[in-house]
């Protein structure tokens, strides 16, 4: 980076399309993160890999950082920042397992629809020409090796979606009727779970986890609507300016 | 994207108008005209780009990604199986622990739990989706832990989690999916990779296997799956210190508690039993062992509580075991 301010968040991400700001639910979770906490930072929109070879990944003071989670972990020492502050020792438990099974189990469910359930609407909802797609292809068999690795991939189709709507109503039971995971105001946990969430919401509309999200669980649309209208206020904005609408 | 596209097209043009200046163009135009020399420049090119154009669009590698319905089961079939028995394959006891796999050690805690009558099947057979433990009931073959335990669950019609609220329920699965899906990698990373020297010793297989170096394609595999779950592009200290806050979680919400959810086992003490046995009986001196031994006392405790009270017959299953030659 020429001439990085010291102490700016340089936040490295793929640019928004017409569904969404970020199309990663890391990159979704990170950015939510910023906003709540007030962080200041500047999106670098792109398509570079960071230094663990994922996104998001940031710049900060030079050094690229990459994992949603370490980042978080940092930004909290570097800045001062905990959302987690008003939470029992008990409550940030829970905060972590939550985030655990949403990010290391139900994202591979989205993973599986996106990539290889629903793999023919990609080009459309990524806003990219064909021939990308020749690289979208080998990204697909990719991904079917990594949900193999994984272990999830090895189940049959209903084994998989099974697995993926008892993830997802268990969040909608412990979200019960309280406006966020863990009480009144949003804490780390919420960052995470939108960031899964929303991609459910608005970039797969047709799909089985939108059908429990928004209809079998509607407290878990009521929630993804309330942290977009609170913290993601130019959404319409940042999805409005993509390529397809110029 | 659209500058993509602008550079797409100013190459393709570019690429018409070398061919038009290198009297190429009559080689796609014409081929009957073409030396032997042209033809042979020609027929390596299209190979070539056909190549390189086969790779990008990624076809299906069969041969390195299994298709789950390519998996059949290598079944160690009973002669005479009974109905609605539970036959439970997971490798034999060793000297360590009753069960090397913890999703083994969490099945078994399971049908002890429940109380479900099951005849252990000590093998290395690999279950139907490529894993193990596995199961036979009814002639059918089932894989996972977590389905087997919902199918017998419903089937047996038991419910270890019965006293729970829904709300506690979703927090049981919330660390269920933790300790599975999470710090189960640090115990894998740390017994095949770190620690690869003591396997052998664990696993109690013989010096030849040691020698012949027959267990490293296993290692090879694991930090393949790793580096593909993601957690294996961490650094040592990076995944040590995630599968340290993940013990630390746990062992915070158990508290005082003598099991995870309350007075009484639910399932989920079953799958952090299976995690949480392994450091502490088959990691010796790792600094998984130290947190839940040293670190975390509590969770010591709840292990010996669970192994007490599920596992009356650990010595006698540990000192009975036959080392793999």
């Given at each position: 980076?020429?001439?990085?301010?010291?102490?700016?968040?340089?936040?490295?991400?793929?640019?928004?399309?017409?569904?969404?700001?970020?199309?990663?639910?890391?990159?979704?979770?990170?950015?939510?993160?910023?906003?709540?906490?007030?962080?200041?930072?500047?999106?670098?929109?792109?398509?570079?890999?960071?230094?663990?070879?994922?996104?998001?990944?940031?710049?900060?003071?030079?050094?690229?950082?990459?994992?949603?989670?370490?980042?978080?972990?940092?930004?909290?020492?570097?800045?001062?920042?905990?959302?987690?502050?008003?939470?029992?020792?008990?409550?940030?438990?829970?905060?972590?397992?939550?985030?655990?099974?949403?990010?290391?189990?139900?994202?591979?469910?989205?993973?599986?629809?996106?990539?290889?359930?629903?793999?023919?609407?990609?080009?459309?909802?990524?806003?990219?020409?064909?021939?990308?797609?020749?690289?979208?292809?080998?990204?697909?068999?990719?991904?079917?090796?990594?949900?193999?690795?994984?272990?999830?991939?090895?189940?049959?189709?209903?084994?998989?979606?099974?697995?993926?709507?008892?993830?997802?109503?268990?969040?909608?039971?412990f979200l019960g009727a309280k406006p966020y995971l863990m009480g009144d105001e949003p804490t780390e946990v919420d960052a995470a779970v939108f960031g899964q969430l929303s991609e459910i919401v608005w970039t797969?509309?047709?799909?089985?986890?939108?059908?429990?999200?928004?209809?079998?669980?509607?407290?878990?649309?009521?929630?993804?609507?309330?942290?977009?209208?609170?913290?993601?206020?130019?959404?319409?904005?940042?999805?409005?300016?993509?390529?397809?609408?110029? | 994207?659209?500058?993509?596209?602008?550079?797409?097209?100013?190459?393709?043009?570019?690429?018409?108008?070398?061919?038009?200046?290198?009297?190429?163009?009559?080689?796609?135009?014409?081929?009957?005209?073409?030396?032997?020399?042209?033809?042979?420049?020609?027929?390596?090119?299209?190979?070539?780009?056909?190549?390189?154009?086969?790779?990008?669009?990624?076809?299906?590698?069969?041969?390195?990604?299994?298709?789950?319905?390519?998996?059949?089961?290598?079944?160690?079939?009973?002669?005479?199986?009974?109905?609605?028995?539970?036959?439970?394959?997971?490798?034999?006891?060793?000297?360590?622990?009753?069960?090397?796999?913890?999703?083994?050690?969490?099945?078994?805690?399971?049908?002890?739990?429940?109380?479900?009558?099951?005849?252990?099947?000590?093998?290395?057979?690999?279950?139907?989706?490529?894993?193990?433990?596995?199961?036979?009931?009814?002639?059918?073959?089932?894989?996972?832990?977590?389905?087997?335990?919902?199918?017998?669950?419903?089937?047996?019609?038991?419910?270890?989690?019965?006293?729970?609220?829904?709300?506690?329920?979703?927090?049981?699965?919330?660390?269920?999916?933790?300790?599975?899906?999470?710090?189960?990698?640090?115990?894998?990373?740390?017994?095949?990779?770190?620690?690869?020297?003591?396997?052998?010793?664990?696993?109690?297989?013989?010096?030849?296997?040691?020698?012949?170096?027959?267990?490293?394609?296993?290692?090879?595999?694991?930090r393949e799956n790793m580096w593909a779950h993601g957690i294996g592009r961490h650094s040592r200290d990076e995944i040590e210190g995630i599968v340290e806050k993940d013990i630390k979680a746990v062992s915070t919400?158990?508290?005082?508690?003598?099991?995870?959810?309350?007075?009484?086992p639910t399932e989920a003490d079953a799958a952090a039993f299976g995690q949480l046995s392994e450091v502490c009986f088959a990691f010796p001196g790792s600094y998984m062992e130290r947190l839940v031994t040293v670190?975390?006392?509590?969770?010591?405790?709840?292990?010996?509580?669970?192994?007490?009270?599920?596992?009356?017959?650990?010595?006698?299953?540990?000192?009975?075991?036959?080392?793999?030659?």
């Open positions: 980076m020429a001439a990085a301010t010291s102490g700016k968040v340089y936040f490295h991400v793929t640019p928004p399309v017409k569904a969404i700001p970020c199309l990663t639910p890391f990159g979704m979770k990170l950015e939510t993160y910023l906003r709540i906490t007030g962080i200041p930072y500047e999106p670098i929109y792109g398509r570079s890999m960071g230094p663990k070879g994922k996104i998001p990944w940031i710049e900060y003071n030079g050094e690229a950082m990459g994992d949603s989670g370490l980042i978080l972990e940092f930004l909290n020492r570097e800045k001062g920042v905990d959302l987690n502050k008003s939470l029992s020792d008990a409550d940030k438990a829970v905060s972590r397992a939550f985030t655990k099974m949403v990010e290391e189990n139900t994202y591979w469910g989205l993973t599986q629809y996106r990539w290889i359930d629903n793999f023919d609407k990609l080009q459309e909802l990524f806003e990219i020409p064909w021939i990308a797609m020749l690289f979208m292809r080998r990204i697909r068999s990719n991904t079917k090796q990594k949900l193999m690795a994984h272990g999830i991939g090895r189940h049959s189709k209903d084994d998989l979606e099974g697995i993926i709507e008892k993830d997802l109503k268990a969040i909608s039971t797969a509309p047709d799909s089985y986890l939108h059908r429990i999200v928004t209809v079998d669980c509607p407290n878990l649309l009521a929630y993804c609507n309330r942290i977009k209208d609170r913290y993601w206020p130019d959404w319409d904005q940042l999805t409005g300016n993509t390529n397809t609408n110029q | 994207m659209s500058e993509f596209l602008g550079n797409a097209q100013g190459a393709l043009a570019a690429l018409y108008e070398t061919l038009q200046a290198s009297a190429l163009l009559p080689v796609f135009t014409d081929p009957a005209q073409l030396s032997p020399g042209q033809a042979v420049l020609v027929a390596v090119s299209v190979l070539f780009v056909g190549t390189v154009l086969r790779n990008l669009w990624g076809g299906q590698r069969t041969n390195k990604v299994k298709l789950r319905a390519e998996f059949t089961p290598a079944i160690n079939h009973p002669l005479i199986f009974f109905l609605g028995k539970v036959y439970y394959h997971a490798p034999p006891p060793v000297k360590a622990i009753p069960c090397l796999t913890p999703f083994g050690m969490k099945l078994e805690t399971y049908l002890r739990m429940a109380d479900i009558p099951y005849e252990p099947m000590y093998d290395w057979s690999i279950g139907p989706k490529g894993k193990i433990p596995w199961i036979e009931y009814n002639g059918e073959a089932m894989g996972d832990s977590g389905l087997i335990i919902e199918f017998l669950n419903r089937e047996k019609g038991v419910d270890l989690n019965q006293s729970l609220s829904d709300a506690d329920k979703a927090v049981s699965r919330a660390f269920t999916k933790m300790g599975e899906e999470n710090t189960y990698w640090g115990g894998a990373r740390y017994r095949w990779i770190d620690n690869f020297d003591t396997v052998h010793e664990v696993l109690e297989v013989s010096w030849i296997v040691k020698i012949l170096g027959l267990l490293r394609p296993v290692r090879s595999t694991i919400f158990l508290g005082a508690k003598p099991y995870l959810m309350g007075d009484e670190d975390c006392p509590n969770l010591q405790a709840y292990v010996n509580r669970m192994k007490n009270r599920y596992w009356p017959d650990w010595d006698e299953l540990t000192s009975k075991t036959v080392p793999i030659s």
